[in-house]
């Protein structure tokens, strides 16, 4: 509902731009091509690149709002840091501006960790997808991202709970490439992406960009 007539994201009301970060998305990606090989980039690196997007294909020289939720909420950190002057306001949504450490730090160094170790990354020149390094990974990830409580609620029992994950994440677990969720787990050690920008256009303006 944040983009509906009247809410705080009007898209009636609102130029708004939904930006895919560096190795993200539809963006630009180690998957592409260069696998490991990649430049290593970090948040500054996402928010040069969404600065020359708007600046110079865009033509906007100043927004109403820059906003992102967890990864995004750092980038917008990052925002405020690189281009103080850019917006008239931030609105980071849970995260901190500060280093990234403690458990955050340590399940993410564990996800890379057990990649790094398979046998079958060859220093990420892989030549197939298997899965035992990724299961490891992507299921410290589905921990990390989990809400406890919920789970107790659809999962009440032994049974109950082994079918949930058998059956909801699984499979989906298939569709992730290795070398996404190494790089994604490494970049943080920075701050990383996803921020919206609102920028006051009149009411019959709406964009959607996909960096």
Known sequence: ?????????????????????????????????????????????????????????LGVNHLRLVMGTSMGGMQT????????????ALMPLASNPVEIAGRNRIWRFMA???????????????????????????????????APLNWQAVAPTRAAAEKFYLDRFKPARR???????????RCVTRIQSGAQAG????????YQFRG
Do not use: C, N
Request: no cysteine.
């Open 199 to 206: 920028i006051d256009q009149g009411p019959a303006r709406r």
């Open 1 to 57: 509902m944040l983009f509906g007539s009247g809410q705080l994201l009007d898209a009636t009301k609102y130029f708004i731009i939904l930006p895919d970060g560096i190795g993200h998305g539809k963006s630009s990606k180690p998957s592409d091509g260069l696998h490991a090989k990649f430049p290593r980039y970090t948040y500054d690196d996402m928010i040069k690149a969404q600065y020359e997007v708007l600046t110079k294909k």
């Open 77 to 88: 950190w990052v925002w405020a840091e690189m281009y103080p002057d850019f917006m008239d």
């Open 175 to 185: 569709a992730t490439g290795r070398e996404r969720s190494h790089l994604s787990a």
């Open 112 to 146: 890379i960790d057990a990649i790094k170790s398979d046998p079958d990354w060859m220093g990420g020149e892989y030549k197939t997808q298997p899965v035992r390094s990724l299961t490891t990974a992507q299921d410290l990830l589905l921990l990390a991202g989990s």
